[in-house]
C-alpha cells in the first residue's frame, strides 16, 4: 500500500508544508507534471500539486497514483483557533463545502492516529490545539484518504515552525509501517472531538469517522452503516457520548441495535471521566 501526497496552489498551507517536505525530507521534482506543476517524489512516493481547492477535488484519485491520499491543507476556524488536526472528508447533510451530499469517504484510522500521536509528541507548546475534528466537508473520492491541517488563518498557515512540524509528520507517517489496531467510529461529542483525542491518544483504539451531536439528526441507518463499512480495518464498535446524545439518545441506540453494530459508552470506556 502506497500513498499519495496532495497539496493545493490555492492554499498557503499546504504550499508551506510542501516546501518543507521538498527542502528537509529529500522529495525530489520529477519530469512528470500534474495541473502545471511539477510531481516530487520520494522512494516512490509522489506528492501532487492541485490547481484546484482541496476540498472541491472530487475524483481526484483517479488522476494520480497511490493507494490511499493523504491531503496537506489549512485548516479554517471562524473563531480563529489555532490547531494542528487530522480528520476524514464527507458530508452527513448537504455538501456545503464540496463533496456529495450525505456521503462518507474511507476513513484510515490507523494513519490518523498515527499522526495524532507524532504530533503530540513533536509539539510541547500551549498556542496550539492538538485535535482530530468530526468527518466534514470534500471531496467526494473513493480511495481511502485523510487531511492533516494547519489552522485557522493566514498567519499560522504561512508559519515556517508549522509547516516544519506537519511536513515531519506527513513524512514519518508516509514512511514507517503502521501500527495495527482496532478502530471505532465515534458518534455524538463536539466538531473538536474531545472524545476522539482521548481514544486516540490514550488507548489502543483508532478513531475513523465521527459524527458530532451538531449533525445527530443527519445519521440515519444508511450513514451509520456507511460510517462502519468505510471506517478501514479492523472495525470493533461505536463510542457514544451518552449524555451528549440526549433526545437522539434512543434512536441512535435503535439503529444500532438493528444493524447489529456493537457499541459502547464513551464514559464506561474512560470511568474518570463518568461525571462529564
Known sequence: MKPSIIVSQKDIAGMNIKSVLQDMHGFRETTETFHGSSVLAKEGIKLYTTENETIFSDSIDEEVEGDFI????????????????????????????????????????????????KISNLYTGEEFEVTQECTHHGPAIKKPCMFIEIGSSESEWKRKDAGELIANVVNFIVINPLKRCK?????????????????????????????????????????????????????????????????????IVAMLDKLKIKYERYQKLFKEDKDN
Request: include cysteine; charged fraction near 25%.
Open 183 to 251: 478502530s471505532v467510529i465515534v458518534i455524538g461529542g463536539g466538531h473538536y472531538n474531545q472524545i476522539a483525542n482521548k481514544l486516540m491518544l490514550n488507548s489502543n483504539f483508532a478513531v475513523g469517522h465521527i459524527c458530532p451531536k451538531h449533525l445527530l439528526a443527519e445519521l440515519d441507518e444508511r450513514l451509520l452503516k456507511e460510517m462502519v463499512e468505510k471506517n478501514g480495518d479492523g472495525f470493533e464498535m461505536a463510542v457514544l457520548d451518552w449524555k451528549g446524545l440526549s433526545t437522539e439518545k434512543q434512536r
Open 70 to 117: 493523504i491531503f496537506a491543507t489549512r485548516h479554517i476556524s471562524a473563531a480563529g483557533k489555532k490547531s494542528f488536526s487530522v480528520h476524514v472528508p464527507g458530508n452527513f447533510g448537504k455538501a456545503e463545502a464540496g463533496g456529495a451530499d450525505k456521503r462518507l469517504c474511507t476513513a484510515m484510522p490507523q494513519m490518523m492516529k498515527e499522526a495524532l500521536k
